[in-house]
Nanobody
């Protein structure tokens, strides 16, 4: 069974930066596209960034040029570097497969709050 453990969230001022990490176990990580999702209160979960096994990256328009997704296949880790954070980036961030269908099990997520 896949296990996902996210970390690195916190409270940051607008314009600040955070780096999220996700540890993945229970799957052949190196051949799986991975993604970072977020869900803000009252909103649907959205895929904000994804990375293929070969490290091709895609981003939702609202985070382009601010967020960078990366992966370490040897460590089975996926990261999200978030710069120039805005209040609208406030959400719980999760990692999962970067393509449908996602794994049914989700981690606890990590809360990102952007506020002055």
């Amino acid at each position: 069974q896949v296990q996902l453990v996210e970390s690195g969230g916190g409270l940051v001022q607008p314009g600040g930066s955070l780096r999220l990490s996700c540890a993945v176990s229970g799957t052949m990580f190196s051949i799986v596209a991975m993604g970072w999702y977020r869900q803000a209160p009252g909103k649907q979960r959205e895929l904000v960034a994804s990375i293929t096994p070969g490290s091709s990256r895609t981003y939702t328009d609202s985070v382009k040029a601010r967020f960078t997704i990366s992966r370490d296949n040897a460590k089975k880790m996926v990261y999200l570097q978030m710069n120039s954070l805005k209040p609208e980036d406030t959400a719980v961030y999760h990692c999962n497969r970067g393509v449908e269908p996602t794994w049914s099990s989700w981690g606890q997520g990590t809360q990102v709050t952007v506020s002055s």
